[in-house]
């Protein structure tokens, strides 16, 4: 089974969206998003390949939803590894750059 390896921009991403939600709608809710967001990483170690490729943010690079998020990522078969680049709302409008700022 691939090692899942978090980034940085990834990791600011995620501990923003759960800070964000326990404000505005409660720590039950950060808990919640705080369990789906691993359980998705779980999986994308288990079936690297299963998020839809978007090769217009960049070569390997796939999604998986944890709806309303996108959480972006990349498979490296060759070193074993799944990388989360970031995790970000679907309604912003997201391009290649977006994933290395």
């Known amino acids: 089974m ?3 390896i978090v980034s940085g921009l990834a990791s600011d991403d995620e501990a923003e969206i759960l800070t964000d939600l326990a404000v505005k709608a409660g720590l039950r809710t950060a808990i919640k998003f705080r369990a789906l967001f691993d359980r998705r990483y779980r999986r994308l170690t288990e079936h690297p390949a299963s998020g839809a490729l978007r090769p217009q943010l960049g ?3 796939r999604i998986a939803v944890v709806a309303p998020y996108i959480i972006f990522y990349a498979v490296a078969p060759k070193d074993d590894t799944v990388t989360i680049l ?3 709302h679907g309604r912003l409008d997201i391009s290649a ?3 290395t700022e």
Do not use: E, F, N, T
Request: charge should be positive; aromatic fraction near 0%.
């Open 2 to 4: 691939p090692r899942l």
């Open 59 to 61: 070569v390997g690079i």
């Open 86 to 88: 970031r995790v970000l």
């Open 97 to 99: 750059q977006s994933l």
